[in-house]
Every structure is written in C-alpha cells, then in structure tokens.
T-cell receptor, first 109, second 114 residues
Framework: DAKTTQPPSMDCAEGRAANLPCNHS???????VYWYRQIHSQGPQYIIH???NNETNEMASLIITEDRKSSTLILPHATLRDTAVYYC??????????FGGGTRLMVKP | ETGVTQTPRHLVMGMTNKKSLKCEQH?????MYWYKQSAKKPLELMFV???????ENNSVPSRFSPECPNSSHLFLHLHTLQPEDSALYLC?????????????FGSGTRLTVV
C-alpha cells in the first residue's frame, strides 16, 4: 500500500473549516484513500473514503487531486468535539488497514 | 455505540494471570481484527480473521492467542503477559475483504499488566 505523509499537528478555530492535507504521491490506480479519526482513548472512527472523485457525507468532504497524489479532508464547521487524531490511509480494497502517525487536530474556542 | 462491543473496558492483570478479551459485532460483517495501541505509538495490527479463518498473524508473541468461534465473536486470550503488553486493545470488523468499505472499531479494552 502507498505511503502517506501528514503534518503531525494542526490547530483550527471553532466554527471554522478544518482542512487536513495528506500526500500520497506513490498511490496506484486501484488504491483508495480512507480517512479515520481517533478521539482520545477511543477506537478509530471511519469518516470517508474515495477513489478518484470528490466525496461528501454528513461528517466531512474529501477532495482528491486530479493526479491523485494528494488529498484534503475538510470538516466544514469544526467543533470542540472534532479534536482528535486524523489518519489518512491509502490501500487496496482487500488489504488490511494499517495506521501511521496521523495529524493531531486541536479545535480551539 | 458503534455496533462493535468490547468487554471488559478496563483490565488489570498480574503477569501470571490468564484472562480473555471479548469482542462482539452484529453488523453482519465477515472479517474481524485485533489491534494493539501502545502509548504514543500507531495502531499495530495483530490478527485478522476472515469468515472465521485466521488469515494473518503479524509476528505476535504466543502469549496472545486469538479465537474466532463464529463471525460475530472474537476473543483474545492472554497468559503470562509482560508489563510492556500494557496497551489499548481494539477490535474491529468489516465486510468481506474484497470490498472497499470502512472498518468499524470497538471502544477498546485498556489493559494494564502489573
């Protein structure tokens, strides 16, 4: 599975959009981009995934660049409860889910 | 609740004890997983069961012994653990391995070995 690079930490003001970047320059054509988050001492929570097209659900939007070498997870109106570690993972559909260090997002009042 | 239930939530055990962690899902998923998360480390995949058959074992010491009696239940049997085994143990489930859907995680068991 392709390697991903994320900033170790980010801050965001409450009520503003949080834009979390992820680089995956070695991604192959059949690999999906997944985003999970982990609130302190809880299990990771699935947020969204995509292959080529941008995706949106009730939690977030996923923007994937045309060359698929990077993506951005957007939380449109961040709240204090969105403070968590966010993981960007690239993998083929049948492969195991493996986690890196992620981005620690701190939403501040 | 995520649909994946882990018990107990907290466990303190001595190095000579034998205990078991339990995971249960009623999401109709066919694959189940054990992960370990030590302090300030990424999650590590320990075991994978697909359709009740163990399909992956990532060089986990034999003092950890998984069991998957059916597609809804997963156990992790623990014996003669070491203090460095203290961690958050997470169970997850997913649809069959060939589909791109996400995993659903439980809330974990916080294990302390004394």
């Amino acid at each position: 599975d392709a390697k991903t690079t994320q900033p170790p930490s980010m801050d965001c003001a409450e009520g503003r959009a949080a834009n979390l970047p992820c680089n995956h320059s070695t991604i192959s054509g059949n690999e999906y981009v997944y985003w999970y988050r982990q609130i302190h001492s809880q299990g990771p929570q699935y947020i969204i995934h995509g292959l080529k097209n941008n995706e949106t659900n009730e939690m977030a939007s996923l923007i994937i660049t045309e060359d698929r070498k990077s993506s951005t997870l957007i939380l449109p109106h961040a709240t204090l409860r969105d403070t968590a570690v966010y993981y960007c993972i690239v993998k083929q559909a049948g492969n195991m889910l493996t986690f890196g260090g992620g981005t620690r997002l701190m939403v501040k009042p | 609740e995520t649909g994946v239930t882990q018990t107990p939530r907290h466990l303190v055990m001595g190095m000579t004890n034998k205990k078991s962690l339990k995971c249960e899902q009623h999401l109709g998923h066919n694959a189940m997983y054990w992960y370990k998360q030590s302090a300030k480390k990424p999650l590590e995949l320990m075991f994978v069961y697909s359709l009740e058959e163990r399909v992956e074992n990532n060089s986990v010491p034999s003092r950890f012994s998984p069991e998957c009696p059916n597609s809804s239940h997963l156990f992790l049997h623990l014996h003669t653990l070491q203090p460095e085994d203290s961690a958050l143990y997470l169970c997850a489930s997913s649809q069959a391995r060939g589909v791109p859907w996400g995993y659903t995680f439980g809330s974990g068991t916080r294990l302390t070995v004394v």
